[in-house]
C-alpha cells in the first residue's frame, strides 16, 4: 500500500518548506553586527526560486515558512525583553514571542499567495513581479497596525554600494534594488545557462555600478559651524533602572559623566535616563539649570511627563526650560501602552512593563534650537520609521535619537537598531547624534557613516563635533509614494500581461 505520508509530493514540499525556512533564517546576517550584506540577495533568490510556478496554497506556505526562519531568528531578542526585564515567566514570553513571529510572518506569505495570484503559476511573469509584489508588502509590513518595519532589505545595505540608492529612492527603493538581483539570481538558478549568467551578472553590474555612483553624490551640504555635542552613556541595568531605591545612584551617575566631558555646546542623555516623573524633582532640574548654565551648554535629558489632565509621556526635556521638550508620538505597543487592554488584563501578574501607559506627543511639536541649528528629534522606535524622522526636516540641521536599547538585553538587536538609525542619516541627508542607556551611542555623519561610538554595556561618554546640513535629498521630496505607484503599476500590468498570455509556463522561464 502506498505510504501517503511521504509519497514523492509531500517529500518535495517537506524539502520546499524547509528549504524555505532555512532561506529565511540566513537572511538576518545581512544585517548587523554580522553585516553579510550579499546574503540579503541569496536568501531573496532561494525564496523567489521556490515560488517560482506555484499555486497561491504552496506560495502562501513557503512563504510563511520563509518567515518563520527571518523573524524567528532575527527578532528572537524578544523572548529575552519579556523575561529578563519584563520579568514574564518564561512559559508566558515563549508564547508572547512565538505568537509574534507567527503573526509578522504573514506578510511573506501573503507576498508568495499574491504573486501567484497575480502572475496565474507563469513563472516567466511571476521572475519580474516577485521584487514588486515583495517590496509592496515590505511596505503594507511597515505601514498597517502602526508598522514593523525591522528587518526591511533596505537595511542591511547601509555599507554596500546599494547605499547610493537610499538618498534618492528611500529605504524601501534600496529593498527593491535588492530584490531585483535576487530575481535574477533565481533566474540564473532556474537554468544555469552561461548566457542567462552574463546577463545577470551585466545586470548586477549596472544596479551596483550605479548605486556606487550615487554613492559619490553630495544631496546635502554644510550649514553654519559645527556643534559640540557630548552624550553620556550611564549603563544602568535594566532590571534596576526603575527601582527608587537607586534612583539617586543614577542621576548622581548621569551627572558625574557630563562633569568629565571636555567643553560643548548640546549634552545629550539617553531615553528615561530619569526614570521618574521631572515634575517630582525640580531640585534636580534647577541644579542641571545651574550647571548648564555655569558650562555653557544646554541639554535634552530623557524623563517623563505628566500633563495637567494626568496623561503620562515619554520625553527628551530640554535644560534650560526654555529650551522646549519633545514627547514621543509613535508609541510601542506592549512596551509604552497596552492594546486591547481588556483582554491583556488577564496577564496581570505573568508581565510587568513599567510606564506602559503612556500617551503620544502631537503631531506637531516645536524643534530645539541649539547655537542657531534646529535640532530634529526622536526616541527610540522612532528612527525604524522615515515619517516620523521627515516631520523635523526641512528645518533641522542634524538629527537626535535617544533610546533606551537596555531592553533588548546583551543580543544582535542594539545593532540592528543603530543600523536603522544610520538608514535615516542617509534618507535625509543629516547627521544624528545617537544616545543610548547601554549602547550602542554613537555619531554618525550625512553619508550614513559611524564616528565616535561606545561600546554595548560601557559606562561612558562621546563628544564629537556634528556639522548640522541643509537642502533636501531626493526622497525628502518625492517621499515613497511614487514609488509605491509604480510598483503597483508595474504589478496591474504584470497581472493583464500573464491573464493574456497562451502559454502555462509553470517551469522555469
Avoid at 486591547?340 to 501607559?357: F, N, S
Wanted: glycine share 10%.
Amino acid at each position: 500500500m502506498e505510504n501517503r505520508v511521504w509519497n514523492p509530493e509531500r517529500r518535495r514540499m517537506f524539502l520546499r518548506l524547509g528549504l524555505a525556512l532555512l532561506a529565511g533564517a540566513l537572511l538576518p546576517l545581512a544585517f548587523a553586527p554580522f553585516g553579510l550584506f550579499p546574503l540579503a540577495v541569496v536568501s531573496l533568490a532561494v525564496l523567489f526560486f521556490l515560488w517560482l510556478g506555484r499555486d497561491p496554497r504552496t506560495a502562501f506556505w513557503t512563504g510563511y515558512a520563509f518567515g518563520l526562519g527571518q523573524f524567528g531568528f532575527g527578532v528572537s531578542w524578544l523572548y529575552a525583553s519579556f523575561t529578563l526585564f519584563g520579568e514574564a515567566i518564561a512559559p508566558v514570553a515563549a508564547l508572547i514571542t512565538a505568537g509574534f513571529v507567527a503573526v509578522v510572518s504573514l506578510y511573506p506569505a501573503l507576498a508568495g499567495w499574491l504573486l501567484a495570484r497575480l502572475s496565474a503559476r507563469r513563472a516567466r511573469h511571476a521572475l519580474w513581479m516577485a521584487p514588486l509584489v515583495w517590496v509592496l508588502v515590505e511596505w503594507l509590513r511597515g505601514w498597517l497596525f502602526g508598522g514593523f518595519p525591522w528587518l526591511n532589505l533596505g537595511a542591511s545595505q547601509t555599507d554596500s554600494p546599494l547605499a547610493g540608492f537610499i538618498p534618492v529612492l528611500g529605504e524601501y527603493g534600496a529593498s527593491l534594488m535588492v530584490a531585483i538581483l535576487a530575481a535574477l539570481l533565481a533566474w540564473v538558478l532556474c537554468r544555469p545557462l552561461w548566457r542567462r549568467g552574463g546577463i545577470a551578472v551585466l545586470g548586477a553590474l549596472v544596479i551596483g555600478l550605479t548605486g556606487l555612483g550615487l554613492k559619490s553624490v553630495d544631496w546635502t551640504v554644510p550649514a553654519g559651524e559645527p556643534i559640540r555635542i557630548g552624550m553620556a552613556q550611564g549603563n544602568i541595568p535594566q532590571m534596576r533602572k526603575f527601582d527608587p531605591d537607586i534612583l539617586l545612584f543614577t542621576l548622581q551617575r548621569y551627572v558625574a559623566l557630563t562633569e568629565a566631558m571636555p567643553e560643548v555646546d548640546l549634552v545629550l542623555w539617553p531615553e528615561t535616563a530619569i526614570p521618574d516623573l521631572i515634575q517630582e524633582l525640580p531640585q534636580f532640574r534647577r541644579s542641571l539649570e545651574e550647571r548648564a548654565e555655569r558650562g555653557n551648554y544646554v541639554m535634552l535629558v530623557g524623563a517623563f511627563d505628566e500633563d495637567e489632565q494626568g496623561r503620562y509621556y515619554n520625553t527628551m526635556q530640554g535644560v534650560p526650560a526654555s529650551l522646549g521638550s519633545y514627547a514621543k508620538r509613535h508609541l510601542v505597543p506592549f512596551g509604552e501602552y497596552l492594546p486591547m487592554r481588556g483582554a491583556l488584563e488577564l496577564l496581570h501578574g505573568l508581565i510587568d512593563v513599567p510606564m506602559a501607559d503612556l500617551s503620544p506627543g502631537p503631531d506637531l511639536q516645536p524643534l530645539p534650537e541649539v547655537r542657531g541649528q534646529q535640532a530634529g528629534v526622536s526616541i527610540c522606535y522612532e528612527a525604524a520609521l522615515s515619517r516620523e524622522i521627515r516631520r523635523a526636516l526641512p528645518e533641522a540641521g542634524f538629527l537626535v535619537n535617544a533610546s533606551n536599547d537596555s531592553w533588548f538585553g546583551d543580543s544582535f538587536a542594539p545593532y540592528q537598531h543603530l543600523q536603522i538609525a544610520r538608514l535615516r542619516a542617509l534618507e535625509f541627508g543629516r547627521p544624528m547624534a545617537r544616545v543610548t542607556n547601554t549602547g550602542v551611542s554613537a555619531f554618525i555623519d550625512e553619508k550614513g557613516r559611524l564616528g565616535a561610538r561606545s561600546l554595548l554595556d560601557e559606562t561612558t561618554w562621546l563628544t564629537a563635533a556634528l556639522q548640522p546640513m541643509r537642502g533636501n535629498t531626493p526622497f525628502w521630496v518625492l517621499g515613497k509614494w511614487p514609488l509605491l505607484l509604480l510598483l503597483s503599476l508595474g504589478l496591474l500590468l504584470g497581472a493583464i500581461l500573464s491573464r493574456r498570455s497562451s502559454k502555462n509556463l509553470n517551469e522555469c522561464p
